[in-house]
């Protein structure tokens, strides 16, 4: 079951769903928009081979940098960055995110990979941008993604406490 509005709004006054900041626009007719946060990562296209089976300087793979809200961030064509939320989004455990990015952006030819917000993780939600065909500037601050939830028949056994779990900023693959 996708949560309507009212049910979204029942589990965030309740406290079971917590979005911090919580603005006035953030919860939507069936989700809710996220904004982006001042932090943004590209991929070092200079890198040497990254071996997943081996711990990794992430200074290497990723150029991070914070950002002017006034200057924003050029998304350069077909360029893989990583971004983040500026909101904390802490879900129960009966509820799943599917992420996605905002219609208005993936007509501009911005893509975001499938991206799920699993049952009982708490953080700044991490995600991938893919570049469209022509540069693209967005802003911190400005509603970019779009989460629809689904409630789960009951709640999951074992709900996320994994690696990213209260992740703050840009947060780099941390492979096992």
Same mark, same amino acid.
């Given at each position: ?11 965030? =006054? ?31 296209? =200079? ?80 995600? =991938? ?48």
């Amino acid at each position: 079951m996708i949560l309507s509005d009212r049910d979204i709004a029942w589990y965030v =006054e309740k406290g079971l769903l917590r979005i911090e900041p919580l603005m006035g626009d953030t919860i939507r007719e069936n989700g809710v928009d996220l904004r982006l946060a001042e932090e943004f990562c590209r991929f070092n296209p =200079e890198a040497p081979e990254l071996d997943t089976a081996r711990g990794f300087d992430e200074k290497t793979y990723y150029i991070c940098t914070r950002v002017d809200p006034d200057e924003g961030y050029v998304i350069k064509p077909y360029e893989h960055v990583l971004a983040t939320t500026a909101e904390t989004v802490c879900l129960p455990d009966d509820l799943v995110g599917l992420v996605n990015v905002r219609s208005t952006y993936a007509r501009l030819g911005l893509f975001v990979p499938p991206t799920v917000i699993d049952a009982g993780f708490c953080g700044q939600v991490t995600i =991938e941008i893919i570049g469209s065909a022509y540069p693209i500037r967005v802003y911190p601050g400005q509603r970019f993604l779009h989460v629809v939830f689904i409630k789960t028949t009951s709640p999951v056994a074992n709900p996320y406490r994994g690696k990213y779990q209260g992740q703050r900023g840009v947060t780099p693959p941390r492979p096992d």
